[in-house]
């Protein structure tokens, strides 16, 4: 067994760190605070190609392999979840929606610009009604001519407000089931298609969520992603592939949170001494420092698996589940550590422990992933 | 257009020293990095580089530091030479100049060498001076911005110096030694150092290069800075003020 990076994926990882700390740390709290989309941060990420990291030279990504999207998704949430997010679901699951799904054409006209970091993609799945219970959906495509008229209404989109190519899943034979449900590109502006406003959140606050309401939208049937029927399999096999990055993205707050702890245990002093000092907090930074590692191992082992051409949906969803619930417990304990100072605005640990809390939500709850993964060993 | 080497060095990362017992440094656990100004000068490299020209990356050091070309190729160097030696791993400045001089001197065709002002782990900026020494070419150091002429063969170069701002001129070949504020080095793209591992890397042996001279510099010790909490409280009557002063004085914080 080999726990060695490569020296590429070391250096990358080096240059993330150094991007993040030069370009997104300056600005998390404030675009948190504002709820705002930087703009100009993706425009960066974009020119170093950090957009489409696993996606081939040939569809305008770097041609890395998935471990090293992972990595750049781990340093940039260190600094900001929001933007780690951001990068995550649109290579992970938007981009890879279209790589592993697309024909030739859609993979020139759509997955190019969006792993050029020129075009912002967005998954469309949730509804109201329909969360981990994803056969509760109600959106429908119908066949009409030369297109699909869809209509409906999907929620918790993220990049919804920002995005310029959605996936979006819909019923096109909800009497077949699982193999009703059909997964189409619709790119901005699409009449019939209107993203909400954005959602105002605990956490996660600059990463951008709305309703998306399909009215009479005409899509013509070239967007079609993938064969009609194969939409949930799609979804559950994009799913496999965000909820690395949602593990990665975890292992990078809970490495934040950890930094943020022993900084400042090392400097506030009480009864004369540091509180480092005292066993109650260092049990805590190494209760941190330990669930880290193993959080930050399954994430990578997934991804490994998955550049390795293996089955990783159990892994996926193991180092999501742990990562994410690591992340909450500690970022807990961080805050614990900072006291009263913790509590306020200002305080990195703060937005970290809001940040955290959707980890264990979002691309399947905790209870989500529990099933995934009993599924798979009670098999 | 030019021919320019870039030198630079893969330094200790400060940020993984740890503080052993005694005050003494623990560099059991550290990671290595580009030495900062080196960025700089690469950067400035691939800036006078323009059209034609060529950029070499070189440094001297331990196999290890073979991790450094890949990051030095990244930042836009076309080519690295490596002097490589396990006896390169702790060189003092003069027997690193040296070996760096043997090196482009047989090796290196030039016109305009770049260095950092100074290493991002010693800072005793000899390296760059010494360098220009042995080669017999001029050198400028402290400098803040520079231009290739456009017709070529020669550089103007603005260094900082104390009461102000120098403006040189040189031809080719030339030495300079170049200071942070020069420019602001890229941080390099995932596709840069995807690509970096596919650019041409001359590795020199220590066999290959004339027997290295002694150290003319010894390290007899290290020891970490100690951070101590000092609370004096000054109340704002005259007497406390001229208290204040004087212990401002006595810190030596005030002259």
Redesign the interface.
Known sequence: MEFKLTEEQELIRKNMREFADKYVEPIAAEIDENSRHPAEVFKLLAEGDWMGIPIPGEYGGAGADYLTHILAVEELSRSCASTGFTVSIHVGIACMLVLLNGTEEQKKKYLTPMAKGEKLGAFVLTEPGAGTDVMAATTTAVLDGDAYVLNGTKTFTSNGPTGDFYMVFAWTDKAAGRKGMSCFIIPRGTPGMTPGEHFRKMGLRSSQTSEMVFKDCRVPKENLLGKEGAGLVMAMAGFDHGRVGIAAQSVGIIQAALDESIRYSKERVQFGNPISRNQAISWMIANMATELQAARFLTYHAAWLKDQKQGFSKEAAMAKLFASEAAMRHTIKAVQIHGGYGYCKGAKVERLFRDAKITEIYEGTSEAQRMVISGNVLR | MPKVVACFKWVVDEAYIRKGGGGALDFSAVDY?LSEYDRNALEEATRCRGEGGTVTALTAGSPEAA?GL??AL?RGADTAVFASDPAFAALDSSQTAAVLAEVIRNRIPYDLIICGEGSGDQYAQQVGPRLAENLGIPCISYVQKLTVAAEGGRITAERRVEEGVEVVEASFPVLVTVLPEINIPR?????D??M??KKPVVTVKNEELPPLGAAKLKTLAMTAARLE?NCELFGTAPEDIARFVTALQQKGVSG
């Not at chain 2, 941080?187 to 596709?191: F, L, Q, S």
């Open positions: 990095k991790k890949k990051d990244s941080i390099p793209g995932v596709k150092t995807l970096a591992g909490r």
